[in-house]
């Protein structure tokens, strides 16, 4: 079952987990040419009754990664978190925080108002993806801002810093209201969404 959203009346739509599961069975049948049902029940008449049997099978199967998953999950079912609508995934990450959701806010009607922009809801962060790949990242890491996170070290943006680790997305600006959501801000935006795409915002 497909939820509406209330940053899905702009360009882009936010979107929960089930455009993942949609893309990973997709990908089990270009893949395999069968689809997770297909899978599943070979799974259980093979006598299958736990996650780590079925992972050994299906790697023998040459079964690997998302497809590998989205087989599990048709055998087991979905992790309760999938079940949520993309509006419970994200008023669950600001339930405790809510003065910081108008920031948050700000950067989605900016996505839903950008033409290319998938809006893309996970448990504890939101993710801003172009047609080929994620280029930014949202989450309230503290109780007194939200990160805004990028792949790319994008130019001319005050107060963008790295991030330590091994995170592909290695640059950050920290956001602690409303006003911090400036031209700057929606111009690195931008050009982080060109640079996924492959092509220069300049």
């Known amino acids: ?79 309760e978190m999938f079940l949520r609508s993309a509006d419970e995934l994200y008023d669950a990450q600001y339930a405790d925080r809510p003065a910081l959701k108008p920031v948050a806010d700000r950067i989605l009607l900016w996505a839903a108002a950008t033409p290319g922009t998938i809006i893309q809801m996970r448990k504890t962060y939101v993710s801003l993806q172009s047609s080929r790949r994620k280029f930014a990242q949202l989450a309230p890491t503290t109780r007194t801002a939200v990160d805004l996170s990028f792949r790319l070290a994008v130019p001319d943006l005050p107060g963008l810093e790295p991030v330590r680790g091994d995170d592909p997305f290695a640059w950050r600006i920290r956001l602690r209201n409303e006003d911090d959501i400036n031209d700057a801000l929606l111009r690195a935006l931008s050009a982080a969404l060109e640079d996924s795409l492959g092509r220069s915002s300049a």
């Open 1 to 79: 079952m497909r939820h509406r959203c209330r940053y899905s009346v702009g360009m882009a739509e936010m979107q929960s987990w089930q455009s993942m599961v949609d893309a990973n069975a997709a990908r089990l049948l270009r893949t395999t040419g069968r689809t997770p049902s297909d899978w599943a029940g070979d799974a259980r008449a093979a006598g299958i009754t736990t996650h780590e049997d079925l992972a050994r099978w299906l790697r023998e199967q040459g079964v690997t990664g998302y497809s590998l998953m989205s087989v599990d999950w048709e055998v087991f079912g979905l992790p």
